[in-house]
């Protein structure tokens, strides 16, 4: 069994900063993949950002110059640095990792909201 923990998620004004931070545990052999979803209201949940084991990444076009994925291999961990933040960016995010083969895992998903 894998465990997402995520945090960094919060309440921000537009234009400023956050990083989110996802951390595997529990029995993790291996991740080959990892990667941040959102979901905002009325809306279907999208792809932000995913990862590689090889550190390819790709990003959705909305958020293209502002975000960064990145990941720490020697602690499991994967995170997402948020810049200019703007009031389209709010949704919950999810973490996901394809770890142990074929296994796929979902972290609960945290806030983000850019408010003034």
């Known amino acids: 069994q894998v465990q997402l923990v995520e945090s960094g998620g919060g309440f921000m004004q537009p234009g400023g900063s956050l990083r989110l931070s996802c951390a595997a545990s529990?029995?993790?052999?291996?991740?080959?993949?990892m990667g941040w979803y959102r979901q905002a209201p009325g809306e279907s949940r999208e792809l932000v950002a995913s990862?590689?084991?090889?550190?390819?990444?790709d990003y959705a076009d909305s958020v293209k110059g502002r975000f960064t994925i990145s990941k720490d291999n020697a602690k499991d961990t994967m995170y997402l640095q948020m810049n200019s933040l703007k009031p389209e960016d709010t949704a919950i995010y999810y973490c996901?990792?394809?770890?142990?083969?074929?296994?796929?895992?979902w972290g609960q998903g945290t806030q983000v909201t850019v408010s003034s």
């Open positions: 996901k990792v394809l770890a142990n083969g074929p296994n796929e895992y």
């Open positions: 990862i590689s084991n090889g550190g390819r990444t």
């Open positions: 529990g029995r993790v052999f291996s991740i080959h993949y």
